[in-house]
């Protein structure tokens, strides 16, 4: 078995990537107005959990800059070391969220900004109850995906072979709900990437709260 083959494939696909991500989404306009709305909600020095934290930009560094405590974990060891390069006032671990215990109400807001693509129906659902259980009674749960029912699907993200799996935007409401949250806000547009081999995709933004009590 090569190097290669033991990583998760999302941690192939992004060590591949590193910057070239950043440079074709991070000054995408739905995303930082996602972050605007977390950001408005969020009392001063709040303590957030950021998964799937790719290069720490725009996510980690927003809301680091807003003084709010942030811990950015990731599968990809390239991507890792750029978010720690480049947003030295947060603190990144490499994990892969799937295998990560998490403490009960830890934080007072998750993100998972396009992070659970490369992960099963059943993984997906199981990470949302998660970040569900990770924040406080009354806590924010920010997610973005990209809303179109495949699952295991092969394609090409970026002139990388990818395999990917999501659901339409009812079906990811309603795990979202399932999972104990309240949905606050959401945002569904069409965005295309800044990256020549980069096509529209459709993405959905929502911002949740979890059901105090
Ligand atoms: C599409 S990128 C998005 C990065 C960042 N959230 C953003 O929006 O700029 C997805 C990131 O999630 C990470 N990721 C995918 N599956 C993961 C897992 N199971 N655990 C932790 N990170 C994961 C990838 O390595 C990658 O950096």
């Known amino acids: 078995m090569t190097e290669e083959d033991r990583r998760a494939p999302a941690a ?11 440079r074709a989404f991070a000054a995408s306009a739905p995303h930082r107005a996602s972050l605007a709305r ?22 980690a560094q927003t809301l680091a800059a807003a003084g709010h405590r942030v811990l950015g974990i990731d599968v990809s060891p390239v991507m890792v070391d ?21 403490a009960e109400g830890s934080f007072d807001a998750a993100c998972a900004y396009f992070s659970l693509l ?14 569900a259980r990770a924040v406080r009674p009354g806590g924010l749960v920010a997610l973005a995906t990209v809303p179109v029912d495949v699952e295991d699907a092969e394609g090409v993200f970026m002139g990388q072979p990818v395999r990917a799996t999501s659901f339409d935007a009812e079906a990811f409401r309603a795990l979202v709900t399932a999972a104990g949250l309240t949905v606050l806000s959401e945002e569904e547009t069409l965005f295309t990437p800044d990256h020549p081999r980069a096509a529209p995709e459709p993405q959905l933004f929502l911002l949740a709260r979890r059901t105090a009590g």
Do not use: C, W
């Not at 947003?87 to 671990?93: H, I, S, T, Y």
């Open 118 to 131: 490369q992960m099963t129906r059943d993984d997906q659902r199981a990470v949302v109850a998660k970040l």
């Open 12 to 22: 192939v696909v992004f060590d591949a990537l590193g910057l070239d991500y950043e």
């Open 82 to 102: 750029l978010a720690a390069r480049q947003v030295p006032e947060a603190e990144f671990r490499l994990a892969d969220i799937r295998g990560t215990a998490v």
């Open 38 to 59: 977390l950001l408005e909600l969020l009392a001063p020095g709040s303590r957030v959990l950021d998964v799937g934290s790719g290069t720490g930009r725009p996510t």
